[in-house]
């Protein structure tokens, strides 16, 4: 039974492509499903067919303003249908990444679709990702317990990018989600613009020897041990929610 993994938040920055690309890691040939204004997940190949293994999809949103009033509020309406249409046809573990002011939007849908694609053998779970701000936390609450009814797991992962998040607040909000967390990484300016020009599929194939021409062989050490356990912070924070993707 194939099954897809949603990673949502309707606050921006808390880090869901962070999480998406942990889970990327850790599931060898995921599938990926991009929902978003701008093309992040630029590391991925692109999909050239369908729902493919090890590639990333990307579907752009949001419908404009112009768009939607010209077609008296029917394009806001169907903006999301190409993304049930590849959900309805995947045949491996996917994720799909959902941009911010989205989730809610895709959830709201997914009320109705999921029973059906569920009829069809395909099963749908739901990772929501919190920081420590009120908004986020709120959004998070609001998410879970609209996919309450038909998310086959849910999972929440509590990032600490932001600051720590209050214990009795997240649990508040995790409810019965499985929860795990991500620790704060500070990372130096140098170690920033690696990660950056690679992502995390990227840390495993850093040359020592060249970051030390480029930087000096105690920077590269340093960059290297931070990146290193950044990476498998990451996959540790999604691990859970990655056993459920491969466990059918």
């Known amino acids: 039974m194939p099954r897809i993994l949603l990673v949502a938040q309707e606050t921006g920055g808390v880090g869901k492509s962070t999480i998406t690309r942990g889970l990327a890691e850790a599931v060898e040939d995921l599938a990926v499903l991009e929902i978003e204004s701008v093309h992040r997940l630029i590391e991925f190949r692109t999909a050239k067919t369908g729902n ?28 999301l249908d190409d993304v049930i249409n590849a959900l ?8 799909v990444d959902i941009g911010a002011n989205t989730s809610a939007s895709l959830l709201g849908i997914l009320a109705d679709e ?18 420590a701000e009120a908004g986020a936390l709120a ?13 086959a797991a849910r999972f929440v992962v509590a990032n600490a990018v932001r600051g720590v998040i209050d214990p009795s607040l997240l649990k508040r909000v995790a409810g019965e989600a499985t929860l795990t967390h991500l620790r704060a990484f500070v ?18 194939k850093l040359d ?18 931070d990146l290193t356990a950044f990476r498998l912070a990451v996959m540790e924070a999604v691990k859970p929610a990655a056993l459920w993707l491969i466990e059918a």
């Open 208 to 225: 020592r020897a060249k970051l030390a021409k480029e930087t000096s062989p105690a920077q590269a050490g340093r960059i290297l041990r």
């Open 88 to 95: 309805h046809a995947v045949t491996g573990p996917t994720v």
């Open 52 to 79: 493919e293994p090890g590639s990333v999809r990307y579907f752009p949103m949001r419908a404009s303003r112009e768009a939607i009033e010209a077609s008296g509020g029917q394009a806001a309406r169907a903006e």
């Open 114 to 131: 999921a029973p059906v694609l569920r009829e069809a053998g395909i099963e749908v779970g739901l990772v929501v990702v919190v920081a």
């Open 139 to 151: 959004d998070a609450g609001k998410l879970l317990h609209a996919a309450k009814d038909w998310a």
């Open 187 to 204: 990372l130096e300016p140098e170690a920033r613009s690696v990660l950056d020009a690679g992502q995390l599929r990227g840390v495993p």
